[in-house]
């Protein structure tokens, strides 16, 4: 039915039908984040963040995109920054929203560290979205995600 | 640790250099999630703090979780001022530390 303007006006019939599917489809997206995220994970976010938005980007995540042993998946984490007493990178933290335990490491870096980058190997219990999370000396937050598809978890699970 | 640790600090280094210390130390990082045949769970026993300094003050240090691969690895940078002596440490479940001095020579 269009009005006298040409906008086309939406029939009460067809509005709940959609805002139905709608919900069930938020239901079904929601169920899917929390299969994806451990609430283990979210409380480490969120304590991480202090509800803060973070900056997206800006740190280099350097993982494989898949692997098949996730006992052993390597990773270096990397933010670009000068390193002076004044501006430097403080810390990177590394999460996982799919292993049983979220809070994989915490890398500490000084103006001495000259560089902000750290390389470790790490366990992946299953294909997930890896998370970074680095604090700036100025109090600027990043934030980074990098998709590992894992063949055989690790995490003795 | 049974074994020592092993570290790798590149050669002729000058003043002014930024470069990469690598570390590998020798631990099972048991998750404490996995139960023994018995049914019963094997108890966490991971490293949980690894930490360098430089002449006494911090230059890197990590905090872990079961997250990290046994026989945990980890490369960082050192800004290098001048020779002296870089301290590593490693700290597991069990109160084991681990250190070792490793003098810097500086060209």
């Known amino acids: 039915m269009d009005d006298d303007f040409g906008i086309k006006v939406i029939q009460r019939r067809d509005f709940v039908l959609g805002a139905g599917a709608a919900a069930m489809l938020a239901a079904l997206l929601g169920e899917a984040r929390a299969l994806a995220r451990s609430a283990e994970f979210e409380a480490a976010l969120a304590e991480l963040l202090k509800g803060a938005t973070p900056r997206t980007g800006g740190i280099d995540m350097d993982l494989p995109a898949s692997i098949d042993n996730g006992d052993y998946v390597p990773v270096a984490l990397g933010v670009d920054s000068p390193m002076t007493g004044e501006d430097y990178v403080k810390a990177i933290h590394l999460l996982s929203p799919a292993n049983p335990r979220a809070r994989v490491a915490t890398f500490r870096f000084t103006p001495l560290s000259g560089k902000a980058r750290v390389t470790s190997v790490m366990r992946l219990a299953k294909t997930q979205e890896v998370v970074a999370v680095a604090e700036l000396s100025d109090g600027t937050l990043l934030m980074g995600t990098h998709s590992v598809d894992v063949k055989v978890g690790g995490c003795g699970t | ?107």
Do not use: C, Q
Request: charged share 25%; net charge neutral.
């Open chain 2, 1 to 107: 640790m049974k074994k020592r640790p092993r570290i790798k600090i590149p050669e002729g280094v000058k003043p002014g250099d930024v470069i990469e210390i690598k570390t590998l130390a020798t631990h099972i990082m048991e998750t404490g999630n996995r139960k023994d045949a018995a049914g019963n769970k094997i108890p966490r026993d991971i490293i949980h703090t690894f930490t360098a300094t430089f002449e006494g003050r911090e230059v890197f240090s990590a905090a872990i979780g079961s997250g990290i691969a046994a026989n945990p690895y980890f490369a960082f940078f050192l800004k290098v001022s001048g020779p002296g002596t870089l301290e590593l440490t490693w700290i597991d479940d069990e109160g084991e530390t681990t250190v070792e001095k490793v003098p810097l020579v500086v060209a």
